[in-house]
């Protein structure tokens, strides 16, 4: 039970820091989205990877200017109502309310 209240606590109190990618800490995050973005122009991607990998090494790698994601579960395409949907029915699984009884129950 305790662990239940300190996840649910944990994910309320949650804050999303929305430009923390653009931290150059962060920049070789995208080199992904690049061997990627190359593989889908007509690389191999054996090619692409070793491009990317060398302009990493020489300092060179540019972190793309736009990506559009569009896959299941990317940022463009987050899929939280199928999530949520989901979570739901999962949820429902679950009868809380017998559970709060047999607590109540056990403390009476």
Known sequence: MSCLELTTFAIENMTVKKDLMKN???QLAFSVEEVNSRVLAGVPFREAYKQVGQEIEKGN???PAAIHHTHEGSLGNLCNQEIDH???RIMEQFAFDKM???IQNLLT
Do not use: G, I, R
């Open 61 to 63: 790698f540019e972190v």
């Open 86 to 88: 989901k979570m739901q």
């Open 24 to 26: 150059p800490l962060y």
């Open 100 to 102: 709060q009884t047999a």
